[in-house]
């Protein structure tokens, strides 16, 4: 039963598709440069309409020998060489020889996706977890998104604040895509340096301090561009910029949907209640559950934030995307069309 249910957990090899898709990108080119958004946005939504979603929930002793199981860590791990390797050959492809402009465009969506999908959805991951191996890595797979002030944001700003006026990564009612991107980028830069600020005064440290991590940040990703302008000349430079300014917009494009229009009540005692399984959009579309190390099942991960990936559950309760993520993206950058097909499934709108 044992080797029976790791074979099943192998499942999540899947999510590697992704780096390979781009690798094909970057090294074919031509029309084949658009192999990675193809496969994201075409191929991985025909897949989610003819596969069946599962509703598995999963025993006592399910959880325990999965939460025991390192396999499903290791999976995690061996994204971050991958996203590298494949990140810089993206680099050296496209500053070594020149290309019909189409080709870049390509070439540079793919790079963006396989960042905003191996980089920042993994470095969300581990950025939960409690050793500090696993936060350094996940803040390593953050700098070529140049995000990495998300790890302090989204841990200690969004998770509390979710479903309020307080969290600029909660979409609101009526609120487009595009207007997102820019209160959100914008505000939860400035929430991250508040928070920092904040916790060296409670720590009593200064702001010139080891302990300011924000400044870290600023270094190590000011490192990574001199070290991408030192190799790959000023071409790759703007691209590196391009690919990470294009995964984090993916990435709040996410948050977009994630918890579009819902709000938590506020108390008699002027608290605002607990984080609920209704206070975020649910998907159980089974590639975009694999591909995103189950990132879609994200009501159940907001209600209990210290679950790792493998054990996490599909909440019937919760509002429900009518689409996987990758086609709720399409639509979403159309606001008329997501206004309309949204706004209606809000609960007590």
Known sequence: MQKKNTLKDLKYLFAYSIPLVTLISVHFKGILSYTAPIYAFIFIPILEIILKDSDKKYTEEEKTNRLANFLFDVLLYLNLPFVFSILFYGFFVITSSTYFFYEYVGMILSLGILLATNAINVAHELGHRKSQFEKTLSKILLMPCLYMHFYIE??????????????????????????????????????????Q??????????????????????AFQSLYLLFVFYTFGFKGL??????????????????????????????????????????????????????????????????SASKKYQILENQSVSPQLPYGYPTSILIALVPPIWFKLMNSRIPNK
Do not use: C
Request: hydrophobic share 40%; charged share 15%.
């Open 154 to 195: 989204h841990n200690f700003g969004h998770h509390i604040n979710v479903a309020t006026p307080k969290d600029p990564a909660t979409s609101k009612f009526n609120q487009s895509v595009y207007n997102f991107w820019f209160t959100s980028v914008f505000w939860q830069y400035i929430n991250a340096w508040k928070t």
């Open 197 to 218: 600020i904040s916790i060296l005064k409670r720590n009593k440290k200064s702001f010139v301090s080891f302990q300011n991590d924000m400044i870290w940040y600023i």
């Open 238 to 303: 703007i691209v590196a910029l391009i690919v990470g300014v294009i995964s984090f917009l993916f990435l709040e494009t996410i948050n977009y949907i994630e918890h579009y229009g819902l709000e938590r009540k506020i108390l008699p005692s002027g608290r605002y209640e607990r984080v609920q399984l209704h206070h975020s959009w649910n998907s159980n579309h089974i590639i975009g559950r694999i591909v995103l190390y189950e990132l879609t099942r994200h009501s159940d991960h907001h209600f």
